[in-house]
């Protein structure tokens, strides 16, 4: 098995907090702190020349981030405008600035139909309430424990307390179009499985890849089961079908700019490592399964026994074992069975 956690030589000096590192003619790499353990974003900036710039992503909404923003406004922006203010998927450390940076600059907020329909739903306190009504049965049926269910219920519900109010509109960019941003024509190539509809960039010229989430050099991203998405909504297999549809259209050899790490090369060797580690994850938790049968809960204990997981982690962590435990599903692997409010998962005999 291809080793997940790689070390790859770094390509280009890392950036100071409001420094920017040029990484190819006109692209600069921005990078922010975060306050969680995934612990920084990288944003990217494209001058477009006289037309401006195009920034992809906002970075998470806090005064630091703000600050250091204020600062690359006064540096390697000033003197143009910003163009286009594209974000790669709805997630907080990526779209949490959004609606500021829109209010400070006037450049209209890019992002795909799904993505924005995500924000919108989460910003709306009647759909919101929706959510969690369906939730809290979710959670319940899981095995979650009533005290950890209200934690978890925030982590999704309390999106809109922690990203800066989202811009009024925005424009619709859609899968396969290709978009001009900083002077390269870029193609949108969908990604799901993490979010709606996550937006990476391909420019074929200069053989760039702005990967958003979808690959990463360090970590997988999270791929995790949420309910209120139509029957058969399967992210595992989503997010697998994703990287072999990115692996067939970017070459091996291209530079990918991903979101969280540093830039790197290696994109196929990347990709075949991350759909292994799934499937060694699937095997994981068939032989989790085999010791009688789980909660969702239960199944997520012992996925993660490897690992100490905090209040916080729970959320992800439940949310990736249910996305394989419905992979197993789908494909009759697994079987599930209602008993006493609680669903119960084992291997199909
Ligand atoms: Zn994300």
């Known amino acids: 098995m291809k080793p997940l956690k790689k070390d790859y030589a770094p390509i280009f000096p890392q950036p100071a907090a409001t420094e920017t590192v040029e990484i190819a003619e006109g692209i600069f790499w921005l990078r922010f702190s975060l306050p969680f353990a995934l612990d920084h974003i990288n944003i990217w900036l494209l001058d477009g020349g006289d037309a401006g ?4 992503d906002s970075g998470f909404e806090d005064a630091s981030t703000r600050a250091q923003w204020e600062a690359v406004f006064t540096g390697r922006l000033s003197g143009k405008p ?3 203010l594209f974000m790669t998927h709805f997630h907080p450390d990526h779209f949490g600035l959004a609606g500021w940076l829109q209010h400070k600059t006037g450049a209209p907020v890019q992002m795909t139909p799904g993505e924005w329909r ?13 959510l969690e009504q369906l939730y809290r049965p979710y959670y319940t049926h899981a095995g979650v424990a009533e ?6 219920l925030n982590r999704r519900t309390g999106y809109r307390n922690i990203i800066h109010p989202p811009p009024p509109e925005t424009v619709a960019v859609h899968p396969e179009q290709n978009i001009l941003l900083g002077g390269r024509l870029w193609q949108i190539i969908g990604g ?3 979010s709606p509809e996550h937006a990476s960039l391909y420019n074929a010229e200069d053989n760039i890849l702005i990967a958003g989430d979808m690959v990463l050099p360090f970590i997988t991203p999270n791929i995790s089961y949420f309910p209120g998405n ?4 399967d992210p595992v297999d989503l997010y697998m079908e994703t990287l072999r549809r990115i692996r067939a259209a970017v070459p091996d050899d291209a530079l990918v700019l991903p979101s969280h790490g540093i830039p790197f090369r290696g994109l196929h060797d990347r990709i ?5 580690h799934h499937t060694a994850r699937l095997d994981k938790l068939a032989q989790v399964l085999s010791d009688g049968p789980q909660t969702g809960y239960t199944a997520m204990q012992g996925l993660f026994a490897h690992r100490e997981l905090t209040s916080g982690d729970v959320f992800f962590a439940l949310g990736e074992t249910m996305a394989h435990l419905v992979y197993g599903v789908r494909r009759g692997h697994v079987i599930e069975t209602f008993n006493e409010n609680r669903i119960l998962y084992q ?3």
């Open 192 to 194: 799901y499985g993490h």
């Open 53 to 56: 710039w195009s920034i992809i």
């Open 272 to 276: 075949d490592a991350i759909l292994e």
């Open 82 to 84: 910003v163009e286009t």
């Open 147 to 152: 005290d950890v269910l209200e934690k978890l």
């Open 118 to 130: 995500m924000v919108q739903t989460l910003t709306d306190e009647d759909s919101v309430e929706q």
């Open 230 to 233: 139509p029957p058969g909504h």
């Open 347 to 349: 291997p199909a005999a």
